[in-house]
DNA sequence: GTCCACACGGACACCGGTGTCATAAGCATC
DNA sequence: GATGCTTATGACACCGGTGTCCGTGTGGAC
């Protein structure tokens, strides 16, 4: 009663002080108990962890953060226009965290400004961040890396391959997927079978790129440059890029697209040209996007594991450091999986 | 030279004190000038504001959030599967909040969960938010509202029309969009037109079905229950949904989807049935996702300006408090656009 | 010339935790 | 029984800001 005024305000607003006087502890003691501290008598960590699940105390993260000089949050930071794979990270990452102290913050920055660099430093050291995942292509900046490892702030790095880097990566192996979905089509019969690249400075473009040059050299055929065209990842750089190959004489049977936004796209050029697909010809995209199913017919294509790789980039960052004992040797490389769905078929006339 | 050890470290980490001694006055006094103190000597300020500037000073974000008792992050909560969404609210968001101090703090919460309440508290007590601002149909929860308002904490309501709470609302006028589109429909001839709505418990198809039921009531044309076919807002509902649709005989010259995700499955279902797009049957979506130019034919959609109302809703929500004198008449209502594309023609036989 | 109001600046406590170090208690050793 | 060592705990300063309150200097009114 005497000055105690738990009822009055809207929350408790109990602060470890209130714990410990209950505890009949110090401070230091709750602090102890809180940050499992190994030398503690048992029993008085049972009585104050007792007191502290009574009453639903929980410590100021504000206060920590001050302490500790360290924030509980984990940044996640991209330079990438592409959604689906925004949200499918953020969602494994949100998984991993959901039941810990740690929560997500959310930073884009602009692809190619100047100002990356310093926008992100002070991003990082304002906030105090425990650690940032990096998705590609920014994750394939090695002087952003460089300038966490000196502001000593944790960080994991999404890619398509391994880099210099390898502790700090969580990666797909974009190549051998691509050259597997190539190798499908090569078994299907098709002999003539045009490229849509991904852009420029992006390792995944070049990556599925390889991938396909690669299986394509296994069976010994040929790649004119006149098969490859340039895209850019969107839709719309999937339809231009691919006129030029379905212009082609004689037109390639099939087409391997470096993401399924160009696939939709080649898709809809071939509509718009009345070739049928997968009849006169044959498209795999790359992704397992929504938008695969969506279209007539639904696109084959290879399917990563996002939201596993972001689950796994999460853990690699909060696992290494406070001992979350959960189980921190996830795997870095996730292999994809080819998904046939209805537009690939032998080539009508070989 | 004394006892300045500047370039030892990494980073400089500067605090307040260093900028007093600097500026030759009291910590006091530099959080005066950060605070905007108005009993403040122009001189004194200006040659703090010089100091700051220079050093590139940035105060400690976790010793401010733990002296005010408030944290400069802003939470976006949401229950909903809708990706683009959830995205394209981010996006705005994350606008508005480019270049100030505060930060994107995400908290996904699972539909339906008892818990619910009791997990947004405790984020939003937990870190001291600022102010959160709240998606659909989530929104549409007046306790947690009601909670907010006890836990002191700012939020903003995105919806599909104004509530009780008109104040926290940033909203988007489905109903009388929604009207628009089917009086669209109307116009080019068609009488028997089908609704696949939405599911219940979301306010947004409750406002859609309304908008449709008021186009038709204008125009005096008669709703068998027949004509409503109940969806959930995916692919899969729409693709199913709909089959009762087009087993009806006569079969409806035009259907209505609730979303663009439902759209694109009615779209789905017909051409599985051999119906041709718009000229068999006519198709209007809604929320102007990309899935439909990625379609054939491009689905005629309702737009609503998602990134524009994030945008309005992060403004609301600072703009309100610390005097970040910008423009906070930000209007709170927006309303939508028909985005006409290939999925509409006059019926074919009338 | 004196007094007062007022504008400004500084000392100090405080927000709620954590690190350092000292100290008390417990126990084996000699 | 004194000594030394280990183990458990607490006192206190500190993280980097902000609020309170008081002291000082200045200008205007009389």
Redesign the interface.
Known sequence: MAKQKQDEG??PKLTINDIARMAGVSKKTVSRVINRSPLLNRETRDKVEAIIRETGY?P????R??ALGR?F?IGLVYDNPN??M??SM??GI?EALHGTEF??????VDRGSRQVMEDIQ??V????LFGVVILPPLSENDALARMLD???CRYVRMGSAVLDDPEHMVVSNDREAVADAVRYLISQGHRRIGLVAGPHGFRSAQERREGFELALAEAEIGLPRSLIAQGEYT?ESGLSASESLLDLSPRPTAIFASND?MA?GVL?AA?LRGISVPDELSIIGFDDT??T????PPLTTVRWPIVAMGRAAALKLIGTAIGEDEDVNEPSMFSSTLIRRGSVAPPSAS
């Open positions: 809207q929350a929980v100021n993260p504000q206060a953060a001050l924030n949050l959604v689906q925004i949200l953020q969602k949100l929560e997500l913050v959310i930073r884009p002070g991003f050291t304002r906030q105090r000196e502001q000593g839709f936004e939709a809809y509509r929504p938008v199913t969506r279209v007539w």
